[in-house]
């Protein structure tokens, strides 16, 4: 990997400090506020956005206020950084005084060798930043992505929920609580921070052996970008980085350009409509999961995707990132085909919608075509029954073995429609078309679920690998079929 010459200058705010640097295309926001600032309580442990150690507080502005979201550092280009408020674990404390969340952490004894206990502490002061009382749940929802090796974590769950009862009661002593002092200067800061984020460089389309990061703020400057380049061999499109920081951070391949699409609004929007949602590539997950429209029309969609990864990858990656990187388990492309979505592609030539059944090809490989990028996604609005199941080895931050989705139509008693998706049996994921035939028009019963399970398992022909064998893969379609039904006929009795 040659070293890039090509710079970036960025501004962003890093505790109570204005920061103005310069960053190459490589450098990640860990690198850069670790190693180059100092912040050296920002630890770095897998670099794969699996442990949390590298927990950052990344604030936007949104409505002239500060939102802060935890952020795996590790994951991040440094050139995100720009014009957004970063808090460290350095920028809690004021002087001797420790904030709320690092007391009540040392009260509960929540912390032995302390490597994880930064990362914890930033995620839960994004927590309690949203949430004055969160309750178990959201507790442990918001450390999902904090791996911790000594404390077992329940001296964690104690701290954080007392954190709760005191801000409850309001009886804290700490004037220091949560959002540290300089937080509405910042603020100010920021809203009056007359430039914008300029990133792309005119300069910067150069030729080989050159890496360069671009950030196109419209379509008509994306597809300049891509344009530019034209052999796809030449950049990789990032959206959330949450899959294509993973790859260059393990196999040191960086890119020969990257073109950040993060920041074009065109792409950033959810539009409820009557009969379907469209959702922007640009959305994040947690965009997504919190949005009243999806919650009330599309609640599946919701949990499906809070069993992607952890908050801090649902904080940074897309939906469209799930599709595009052609997984043949990702978790949504199995809820979004069950769903029966299509999506957009966008090329200078204008769009083409092609349903999501149609796009993938072959392992890893998709219908996407020189010069397109997946626009938006569509999801009809229908009714009937949903049901998402996932079965990895742990409850949260894994991908998944298997992965399946059933949505199921009933009409006097009968199935009249049925779609049976899954993950981890294919080089795609992919409709079981054998259920089909079986179940409709039908009353489902014991008998037929066992015959929807035995014509689903025989049309598979998975492959062993380190996350199950075959056999094992083929007992758990039988067990989701299994528990898609049973859970269909429990809410119809
Ligand atoms: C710790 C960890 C846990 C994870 N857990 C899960 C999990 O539980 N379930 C799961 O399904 N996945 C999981 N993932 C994978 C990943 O988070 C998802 O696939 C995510 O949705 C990818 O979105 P992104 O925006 O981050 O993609 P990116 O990394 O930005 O891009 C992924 C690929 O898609 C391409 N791409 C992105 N956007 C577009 C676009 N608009 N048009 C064309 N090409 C595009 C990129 O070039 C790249 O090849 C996990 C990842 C990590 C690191
Ligand atoms: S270093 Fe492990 S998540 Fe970033
Ligand atoms: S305190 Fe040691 S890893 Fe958490």
Redesign the pocket.
């Known amino acids: 990997m040659k070293a890039s010459n090509l710079t970036t200058s960025i501004s962003f705010f890093l505790n109570a400090q204005h920061i103005k640097v310069a960053v190459s295309p490589e450098t990640t926001a860990l690198g850069l506020i670790r190693n180059e600032l100092g912040k050296r309580g920002t630890k770095e442990s897998c670099s794969?956005?699996?442990c949390g150690a590298c927990t950052i507080a990344a604030g936007e502005l949104s409505d002239g206020k500060l939102n802060y979201r935890a952020i795996n550092s590790c994951?991040w280009p440094a050139i995100r950084l720009h014009g957004k408020h970063i808090i460290t674990i350095e920028g809690l404390s004021q002087g001797e005084e420790l904030n709320l969340i690092q007391e009540q952490m040392l009260e509960h004894h929540a912390t032995q060798c302390g490597y994880c206990t930064p990362g914890i502490i930033m995620s839960l002061f994004c927590l309690f930043t949203r949430k004055q009382s969160p309750n178990k749940q959201d507790i442990v929802q918001a450390l999902e992505g904090n791996l911790c090796r000594c404390t077992g974590y329940q001296p964690i769950l104690s701290a954080a929920q007392s954190i709760t009862e005191l801000l409850i009661g309001k009886k804290h002593t700490n004037a220091n609580h949560i959002l540290p002092g300089y937080v509405s200067e910042i603020e100010s800061k920021l809203v009056s921070h007359s430039e914008p984020i300029k990133v792309i460089e005119t300069n910067a389309f150069q030729g080989r052996d050159i890496h360069g990061y671009y950030v196109p703020r419209t379509l008509e400057e994306l597809h300049t970008c891509m344009d530019k380049f034209g052999d796809p061999e030449r950049y990789?499109?990032?959206?959330?980085?949450?899959?294509?920081?993973?790859d260059i951070n393990i196999n040191r391949n960086f890119p020969e350009n990257i073109i950040d699409?993060s920041e074009i609004d065109d792409l950033s929007a959810i539009r409820i409509k009557q009969d379907s949602i469209s959702i922007g590539?640009g959305v994040t997950?947690t965009s997504i999961i919190e949005h009243p429209g999806i919650r009330e029309k599309l609640p599946i969609l919701r949990e499906t995707l809070l069993?992607?990864?952890?908050e801090q990858?649902r904080n940074?990656?897309?939906?469209?990132?799930?599709i595009?990187?052609a997984?043949p388990i990702?978790?949504?492309v199995v809820a979004l085909l069950g769903l029966d979505a299509d999506v957009t592609l966008l090329s200078k030539n204008g769009r083409r919608n092609v349903k999501l059944s149609d796009f993938f090809i072959d392992y890893k490989q998709t219908d996407?075509q020189t010069g397109e990028?997946?626009g938006e996604i569509h999801i009809p609005i229908q009714e009937g029954f949903f049901n998402f199941e996932k079965s990895s080895k742990r409850q949260a931050?894994?991908?998944a073995t298997v992965n399946s989705f059933c949505y199921l139509k009933e009409d006097s008693g009968l199935i009249s429609d049925c779609r049976f998706v899954f993950g981890g049996m294919d080089k795609t994921v992919r409709l079981a078309e054998s259920c089909r035939p079986v179940v409709q028009g039908k009353k489902l019963d014991d008998r037929l679920i066992l015959k929807c399970a035995e014509a689903a398992v025989k049309e598979f022909e998975p492959i062993s690998d380190v996350r199950g064998s075959a056999d094992y893969r083929r007992q758990l379609v039988e067990n989701h079929i299994v528990k898609h039904l049973h859970k269909f006929l429990s809410i119809n009795e």
């Not at 069993?307 to 952890?310: A, D, K, P």
Request: proline share 0%; aromatic share 0%; charged share 15%.
């Open positions: 794969e956005g699996d994951l990789r499109i990032v959206s959330g980085g949450t899959d294509l920081m993973v699409i590539s997950l069993l992607v990864g952890s990858i940074m990656a897309t939906l469209a990132g799930n595009a990187n997984s990702a978790d949504g996407l990028i997946l931050v894994d991908i």
